[in-house]
């Protein structure tokens, strides 16, 4: 590699914004840009997006950071790929036609689908119908649904599909097929991180599995090509394109999968937290495929090409970043998160105040669509700063709630967990969330772990950085919290916290 290599870089694109990132070999972000794309709800409980302004936007911001560093296609030694997890598009291969706005994951059309599967299963399984061979419970959340519905409902899209004029893939796939030609010669891949995610891979094999394509109805042709996560260059960018030069493609990694591996945890027992609109919380169990009993998902973490696979345990949480949004604009008790901070911290404790934010029901480990949200333990002693620290406290105890189900499943003793996104910059949170699991919470220097995650990936591939030993010696804290409750209260207030959560789960009795 010649000295003129300096950089690597990261496409991140996520459910509202696409960025562009270089890294320097150091690890830290050099220069990057970002643009939004539009959110598009046709109907109640539809999301859509316009899978040609994210390609328009990936683009432009290629193009800016390039022209702002004065950076050549020279200098960069490989592009990773990170990207929102089971959103769909479709496209015709030979002329790039795009045949619907994609489906984001948010997304629900895919539910009497699958409704209709859980009913159909019988006593094999219900929810947990294909889980043994997927990893995954059956919900409209993952791709399949999504795809069968856009072949049912798209008039001609089947037949285009069985005759090679329609293919599908996650955005991954339309970024890597664009990049590397479109039309003129792109190649239609998926890593199998994203593909752990359609529901119809076999998360032992990693091959898409013939019983699950026949059920949902899709062809296998017209799906990508499963690839590992990095190792080998997928392919190059076309000259022609944003890069304007042939740069390596050799990295892939669904968006949380990109975080774990952004936060160096390489090894088995490594857990991470992403503190976002909700939270999705991972760790690492090795080559071992563990299947919950817990309610969590079993997911693919990551593969080297040539080696076996490394699985993870993921819960996810609904509602996190967005509770705070909530008590912000809908109650007008404070106007800025960090006045949110500042009211907590002017008590000790909640005064037995505990908010359980089931708007839209309960994720992990309870998967209760029919919970709502309570504020229980009200007195007349309860205050702002009371309902303040409740709010804060519910993203800790949802956490801690789905990191007990991964210790259950796992058997893996968790000692440290490593935390990103907006909600980290909360003191009295980060605080709370050692002191209700008993471990350290560790924030990283570079917060941008998800394109960190996507840039060691490439990385690796080109030779740019030697190893994960390498990657574990760039990695750097910059904030730790200890846990510094005692073992007696931290009991009482998680008793008392499910005693909270029990009243959501008995609302519509």
């Known amino acids: 590699m010649t000295q003129d290599v300096k950089y690597i870089g990261a496409i991140d694109q996520g459910t509202t914004s696409t960025r562009f990132i270089l890294f320097n070999r150091e690890g830290d972000i050099i220069h990057s840009r970002q ?27 290629i193009k800016l950071t390039l022209e702002e560093t004065n950076t050549t296609p020279e200098m960069i030694a ?60 059956l919900s409209p959340y993952f791709a399949a649904s999504k795809i069968s519905w856009l072949l049912e409902n798209i008039a001609g899209l089947r037949e285009k599909a069985e005759n090679g004029k329609a293919v599908f893939g996650t955005i991954d796939s339309w970024l890597v097929w664009n990049l590397t030609g479109g039309k003129d010669g792109g190649i239609h891949i998926t890593d199998v991180t994203n593909a752990s995610r359609y529901q119809l891979m076999d998360i032992a094999a990693l091959q898409w599995d013939s019983e699950l394509l026949d059920i949902y109805g899709i062809p296998e042709k017209a799906l990508p090509q499963i690839k590992p996560s990095m190792g080998s260059v997928y392919g190059y960018t076309a000259e022609s394109g944003p890069t304007g030069g042939r740069i390596p493609i050799g990295g892939i990694l669904g968006d949380q999968q990109a975080a774990l591996f952004g936060q160096a945890c390489f090894e088995e027992g490594m857990a991470k937290n992403t503190y976002g609109t909700g939270c999705f919380l991972l760790v690492n169990t090795g080559t071992q495929l563990c299947q919950s009993e817990q309610g969590l998902l079993t997911t693919v973490a990551y593969q080297k090409e040539g080696e076996k696979p490394v699985y993870a345990l993921e819960g996810s949480i609904a509602v996190a970043g967005s509770l705070v949004q909530w008590v912000r604009d809908n109650l007008g008790l404070v106007s800025s998160a960090p006045e949110l901070d500042n009211l907590a911290e002017s008590i000790p404790d909640n005064g037995g105040v505990y908010f359980v934010p089931a708007f839209s029901g309960l994720f992990a480990p309870y998967w209760r669509s029919d919970a709502r949200g309570v504020i229980a333990g009200l007195t007349g002693f309860a205050g702002a700063g009371h309902i303040a620290r409740a709010v804060l406290e519910a993203t800790a105890f949802q956490t801690s709630d789905i990191f007990d189900a991964m210790i259950k499943d796992s058997g893996i003793d968790l000692k440290e967990l490593r935390v990103d996104g907006g909600l980290t910059n909360s003191r009295p949170l980060m605080q709370f969330q050692a002191d209700i699991l008993n471990i350290p919470v560790i924030r990283p220097a570079v917060m941008e772990t998800t394109a960190l995650g996507a840039a060691y990936a490439a990385g690796l591939t080109s030779g740019f950085w030697k190893d994960e030993a390498e990657l574990q010696k760039h990695w750097q804290e910059m904030m730790r919290w200890m846990p510094e409750l005692d073992d007696e209260k931290r009991r009482e207030q998680l008793r008392l916290w499910h005693k909270a959560v029990k009243r959501t789960l008995n609302w519509s009795e």
């Open 78 to 137: 490989g592009i990773g790929i990170t990207n929102q997890r089971e959103t769909i598009v479709s496209w015709n291969p030979e002329t790039g036609e795009v045949y619907a706005n994609a489906i984001v994951w948010q997304d629900l059309r895919g539910k009497p689908l699958i409704d209709k599967l859980i009913k159909d299963g019988g006593n094999e399984g219900g929810i947990d119908r294909f889980r043994s061979k997927t990893g995954l419970p």
């Open 35 to 61: 643009l939004e794309h539009k959110q598009i709800y046709p109907e109640p409980g539809w999301v859509e997006h316009d899978a040609k302004q994210i390609w328009q936007n990936t683009v432009e911001t």
